[in-house]
């Protein structure tokens, strides 16, 4: 049935019904208990399913993942919590040298069906170190998946097939959009990892984005049509494995592209879709395709971000110089 | 069960006396032969002290033959626990069938105690493969070279065992250079809080690569670094079977009984060089190395067994054929040709492989056949 609900009802939806469905399902990180996180995704979580199956660890991110890879080795669906972006950083080494590895490493014997949930990207003002847009680093390791909802029905969706997936998946979750609500039905089912998505069709030129910017291309896409000009929008969903087929097919039919993306640009996601794309589609192309994308600096202080973040009026002025004066 | 509300640690202690190791290492039988008593330790019974000598046998074959297949180019590299076999045979010979090892590159001998077959187990050290044999049918993760990190992988073992509610006790092996990741204290840390059945086993032999443990740390001893996490430390003589044997079975008991985690350093020496690729001579006098030679952990288990008439010629010659029968095994098993397949190096990279893995892997076999051709 359709309701309205935030993301985060929907994750923590999400989360309760994997752990009723699965014995096998645990949640645990920092402050994931009692307190059920500092962005309450995980609220409640440890009353109705006991200190076992929702629970608070020692504050350290390596030995969370660390220990999840075990549980993992060991027969559990670990679903882990890291408080914030730049906080995954102590668990690298466990997430590209062993999470991403074991299946590989043991000849496909072992593998380690974990999923890292990560409160990511900018927009809600928050200090250093809490903004980082980090799916590149993960993005390049072989043997990750990462996903990106950019709503509340997709959140759902996607984190019950994270939690069911075989292979360790990154889950991020765009902070911005937490408290946004929209309208959404978590009985019908949303398309499967790997499965970008059009969001809205246009014919003129084809914005690709995924989490936090796909709210601010769709807002681009209303306003260049009020302008006239018909803008379709790609939400990725999932970065890796990544939807070949559905992204070029899009930029096919209009022969115009945008990558939007808040992550700087240099060397990212981004760049791996131009590149993608151009390979694939040079000969339907009628312009170069531009990249709308954070800068290539540290994240900005809370007063400044917004001179940073992907916005509609750069998004339009990227369309608009889509060379049309050869349409 | 073992998670707690609020902020009552059920297990925590302010009495930490107990947590501390003893002054000297605890020995048993001293580098001559000659037993000692040794307070609050039993010496095993002779069954399991025969065994270990068949097994130490065994795994100085296996460290003398993989050495010699370095040499003929047959292996990679062979990091050599040449020296260390007490440790090696100990750490495996107190487990049950159903508990875990969780083993370093150092530790392939230990693997093959475990009953790992010796090929497979040099399956990484021969580069066909990251790791040969299946972990969950032998319970023997795969060989850890990034320090540390897999000691957070046995406390995530364990925990499961115990969130289960089966018995399963996991053995976490490292040297005395990973003490000083971050992942050893972040394992021994969790480890303690959850409670979990983990034994870390440090065979500190005294170097890391080139560097001596003076530059590891400052501790008294490894077995110090327990106190800080709550857990016990217990120093034993490394190259002491007996000794090693009390020791770590006491501690798998312990953590079988839902006592927790307890730290075990072994006190040893490497012997020979880091690796075939190393030179000792450049960080170490070779002056160093000779006492230690004279507290060889096999000869002195024998002059005990066969003072004590446990064993004879007889005995000592069968041990030494079974150890040259796994010896020709792994000279006839370690052969030239890769034992996987190009496709492997896609096909587990995910549980089902990308359509960009599968175009790629496509690539690769449009090259070999168009070179097939030629
Ligand atoms: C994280 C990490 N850093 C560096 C290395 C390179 N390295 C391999 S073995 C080794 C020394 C380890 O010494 P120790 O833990 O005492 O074990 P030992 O080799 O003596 O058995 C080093 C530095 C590594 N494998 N992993
Ligand atoms: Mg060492």
Redesign the interface.
């Known amino acids: 049935m359709p309701e309205k609900l935030t993301m985060a009802n929907a994750l923590n939806r999400a989360l309760r019904d994997a752990l009723r469905a699965d014995d096998s399902v ?1 949640v645990f990180g920092e402050d994931v208990g ?1 307190l059920g996180g500092v962005f309450r995704i995980t609220d409640g979580l440890t009353a109705e399913f006991g ?2 199956r929702c ?1 608070d ?2 504050l ?1 991110e ?2 969370i ?12 669906r ?1 679903v882990v919590e890291m408080q914030f972006d730049a906080f995954a950083y ?1 668990a690298f ?2 997430l590209v ?2 999470a991403a ?11 380690v069906p974990i999923v890292v949930r990560v409160p990511y990207a900018g927009g809600i003002g928050g200090v250093e170190h809490h903004c980082d847009s980090s799916e590149a680093y993960y993005a390049h390791t ?2 990750l ?1 990462v996903v990106a909802p950019s709503d509340p029905a997709d959140a759902y969706g996607l984190l019950r097939a994270a939690v069911e ?3 360790p998946v990154i889950f991020l979750e765009p902070k911005k959009l937490y408290f946004s609500r929209a309208e959404a039905d978590l009985s019908t089912p949303v398309p499967p990892i ?1 499965q970008a998505v059009v969001r809205r069709d246009g014919t003129d030129a084809t914005l690709i984005a995924y989490g936090p910017a796909v709210p601010v291309a769709l807002e681009a896409a209303e306003a260049a049509a009020q302008e006239g000009r018909s803008l379709q929008v790609v939400d990725l969903r999932s970065i ?3 939807d ?2 559905t992204v070029c097919a899009a930029v096919r039919s209009t022969g115009r592209a945008v990558v939007v993306a808040e992550a700087a640009g240099f060397a990212s996601v981004s760049s791996e879709v131009v590149a993608r794309v151009t390979e694939r589609c040079f000969h339907s192309l009628h312009a170069p395709i531009r990249r709308v994308t954070g800068f290539d600096i540290p994240y900005p202080p809370p007063k400044l971000e917004h001179v940073h973040l992907p916005s509609v009026d750069r998004i339009l002025d990227a369309v608009d110089e889509l060379q049309w004066e050869y349409a | ?1 073992f ?3 609020g902020n009552q640690n059920p297990f925590m202690t302010r009495d930490a006396a107990h947590l501390l190791p003893s002054t000297e290492p605890v020995t048993l039988i001293d580098p001559d032969g000659h037993p000692v008593p040794c307070d609050g330790h039993e010496m095993p019974d002779p069954q399991a002290l025969v065994r270990a000598y068949a097994a130490l046998i065994t795994a100085r074959r296996f460290n003398d033959q993989a050495n010699a297949l370095v040499r003929q180019g047959r292996l990679a590299v062979y990091p050599s626990s040449h020296g260390q076999e007490a440790c090696q045979v100990a750490c495996v010979q107190v487990l049950g069938d159903g508990d875990w090892l969780f083993p370093t590159y150092r530790d392939t001998a230990a693997i093959v105690a475990r009953g790992v077959d010796p090929v497979q187990a040099l399956t990484l050290l021969r580069g066909d ?4 044999y ?3 049918a032998t319970r023997v ?2 060989q850890a070279t ?1 320090l540390a ?1 897999h ?11 115990r ?2 509610g089966d018995d399963t006790v996991v053995m976490a092996v490292c040297g005395d250079g990973a003490t000083s990741e ?2 050893f204290h ?2 021994l ?2 480890a303690a ?1 959850f409670r979990t059945p983990v034994v870390f086993f440090v065979q500190n032999n005294e170097y890391a690569i080139s560097v001596p443990l003076a530059r590891q740390t400052a501790a008294p001893s490894l077995a110090h670094k327990g106190i800080g996490y709550g857990i016990p430390g217990e120093r034993v003589d490394g190259n002491d079977v007996a000794a090693l044997l009390d020791v770590l079975g006491t501690a798998v008991d312990r953590a079988r009984a839902g006592e927790g985690p307890q730290l075990v350093e072994a006190h040893t020496y490497r012997v020979q060089a880091h690796t075939n690729a190393d030179d000792p001579s450049r960080y170490r006098e070779s002056g160093e190395v000779t006492p230690w030679l004279a507290r060889d952990p096999i000869t002195r288990m024998e002059t005990y067994l066969r003072g004590r008439g446990l064993i004879g010629a007889d005995k000592i010659r069968e041990y030494g054929a079974a150890a040259d029968s796994l010896a020709a095994g792994m000279r006839a098993g370690l052969g030239d040709e890769p034992v ?1 397949d190009y496709r ?1 190096l896609f ?5 089902e492989p ?3 893995l599968r175009e790629q892997m496509a690539v690769v076999a449009d090259e070999l056949s168009r070179e097939e051709a030629r």
């Open positions: 645990v009692p200190e076992q629970f660890t020692p350290a390596s030995g993942l660390g220990m999840a890879i075990g549980m993992a080795m060991n027969g559990m670990p102590p080494e466990q040298s062993h590895k074991m299946r590989n490493r043991t000849r496909g014997r072992v593998g072989p043997g998946h997936s075989p292979d790997g890796v494995p990544f070949d087929e | 069960m998670i707690w509300r493969w990251h790791s040969g299946d972990p969950q993760a795969p990034p990190t000691l957070l992988h046995a406390v995530g073992v364990a925990h499961a065992a969130l289960r971050g992942d972040e394992a840390n969790f809080v996987a492997e096909a587990y990279v995910y549980a990308t359509p960009q």
